[in-house]
């Protein structure tokens, strides 16, 4: 996960973007590394150095940290294919345990 998600898969490095502040810990704990630059800006939670130094921490420079647990690592994905909704759905399900509709039928139709 990086917040140069774009250019990483530009470069054939599959990334999906960077986890909201409060999935920070679970996807550390699930194995994902979070590539993060410090000139990009976003994440907002990139310039909360008191949060970054509670996370395990892989590598840091002064251009970026690497978050992420050295003894686990999630299995690579050849490709990225989730969608917005997709992404949504993980959230809200990680987060508050519900579930949103992702197929088009319940998005216009508010499952109706």
Known sequence: MSNVWPY???FNVTAESSPRKELVKYYINNGYRILLFYNEGEPSYILDKKFL?????IKETNEFILLGDKGK???RED???YNY?????QTTNILYNYSIGTSAKEVIFNDY
């Open 79 to 81: 490709e990225y294919v």
């Open 8 to 10: 990483l898969n530009y």
């Open 73 to 75: 690592c999630y299995p």
């Open 53 to 57: 130094k509670s996370l395990r921490t």
């Open 85 to 89: 909704l997709y992404n949504l759905n």
